[in-house]
């Protein structure tokens, strides 16, 4: 069985402010960890993900993750927000085995607002 | 260009009708997922397929069904459609040879009224 939390389902942040959206995880195999973007009225981008090897994840638009397993965590970062990051952003669980293996579980997701 | 191509892009449909949702990628790729997508509830599984010739439920399967007779297309029916299946549909397959990274459609918004 895998779940994912999102905290917060509202984050607002000052353009050039830092942005951080978390995301924590409960799985019964290794995990493999995502990231997602949905802009309005668009599907999923895929922005990062975490499978195997180095835990700091690095993404897309200047995005990146720590995957944290004694905490069981996966929260994103970019270190200076533009107003095109705003979007609503899924963190996502999937199996490295198992009958869970290719299926994601999701978050509830979380909206960014960037404010100028 | 390859991808995954959804149809329609969104519909009306009063309850108790049937309705197929249609998904076609052109990745040659044996899996494909369909997901509903509810504000505040985030993506969920309904779906899947691991290769052609079988199927499987996820998380929300009761009132949908789906098939695969090839590789290329997946189709997500509502046999009588309800209000609650008011969502948007996505179809999503892996973007590489690896399950793990999916690569989804641009969704279909349907209201059930």
């Known amino acids: 069985a895998q779940s994912v939390t999102q905290l917060g389902s509202h984050v607002s942040v000052s353009e050039g402010a830092l942005v951080l959206l978390r995301c924590n995880y409960s799985s019964s195999v290794p995990p493999y960890l995502f990231w997602y973007v949905q802009y309005p009225n668009q599907g999923l981008q895929l922005l990062l993900k975490?499978?195997?090897?180095?835990?700091l994840v690095k993404g897309i638009n200047g995005f990146e993750a720590e995957f944290k397993k004694s905490e069981t965590s996966f929260h994103l970062t970019k270190p200076s927000a533009h107003m095109s990051d705003a979007a609503e952003y899924f963190c996502?669980?999937?199996?490295?085995?198992?009958?869970?293996?290719?299926?994601?579980?999701f978050g509830q997701g979380t909206i960014l607002t960037v404010h100028p | 260009i390859a991808g995954i191509t959804q149809a329609p892009t969104s519909q009306i449909l009063a309850a108790g009708r049937r309705m197929t949702l249609r998904c076609t990628q052109d990745m040659r790729h044996n899996a494909m997922y369909w997901y509903r997508q509810d504000l505040g509830l985030g993506l969920r599984l309904i779906h899947y397929?691991?290769?052609?010739?079988?199927?499987g439920k996820g998380e929300v399967p009761d009132g949908y069904s789906v098939s695969r007779a090839n590789t290329d297309d997946f189709p997500l029916t509502l046999a009588s459609a309800v209000p609650s299946q008011t969502s948007v549909y996505f179809c999503?397959?892996?973007?590489?040879?690896?399950?793990?990274?999916?690569?989804f459609g641009p969704g279909t918004r349907l209201t059930v009224l």
């Open positions: 975490y499978t195997t090897g180095a835990t």
């Open positions: 996502a669980v999937s199996g490295a085995g198992g009958t869970s293996y290719g299926k994601l579980t």
């Open positions: 397929s691991n290769t052609a010739g079988t199927t």
């Open positions: 999503a397959s892996p973007r590489t040879r690896s399950y793990n990274e999916q690569f």
